[in-house]
Nanobody
Framework: AVRLAESGGGSVETDGSLRLSCVVS???????MAWFRQAPGKEREGVAQ????????VIADSVKGRFSISLDNAKKTLYLQMNDLKPEDAAIYYC????????????????????WGQGTQVTVSS
């Protein structure tokens, strides 16, 4: 079965760090992978995107300089390193995969992403 399994969420204090992981199984490690997040009462927003075949990673302005995205092709695992966490970063974080092929930069909106994980909760206390 096709599955995207996130892990690594939890509760931290402000300025703390977490590293999220997303293991892909049952499908090729697709061209574009991404992290999105959704806070209560808000729309799902893109956090970071990366091409599995090389190319530029895209980081949202709201987390630039604090978050980084990376991947291990051999392990079919996507990572999100989150440093200097703020209360406004609290959300459910989702891993997503797009089956479409993109030449350079991966899309930052949810529409092109076909497969989603169930999400992992991140809580940041002040």
């Amino acid at each position: 079965a096709v599955r995207l399994a996130e892990s690594g969420g939890g509760s931290v204090e402000t300025d703390g760090s977490l590293r999220l992981s997303c293991v892909v199984s049952g499908t090729p490690f697709s061209n574009c992978m991404a992290w999105f997040r959704q806070a209560p009462g808000k729309e799902r927003e893109g956090v970071a995107q990366i091409r599995t075949t090389g190319g530029t990673a895209v980081i949202a302005d709201s987390v630039k300089g604090r978050f980084s995205i990376s991947l291990d092709n051999a392990k079919k695992t996507l990572y999100l390193q989150m440093n200097d966490l703020k209360p406004e970063d609290a959300a459910i974080y989702y891993c997503a995969l797009s089956r479409f092929t993109y030449e350079n930069i991966c899309p930052t909106t949810t529409g092109p992403y076909n497969l989603w994980g169930q999400g992992t909760q991140v809580t940041v206390s002040s």
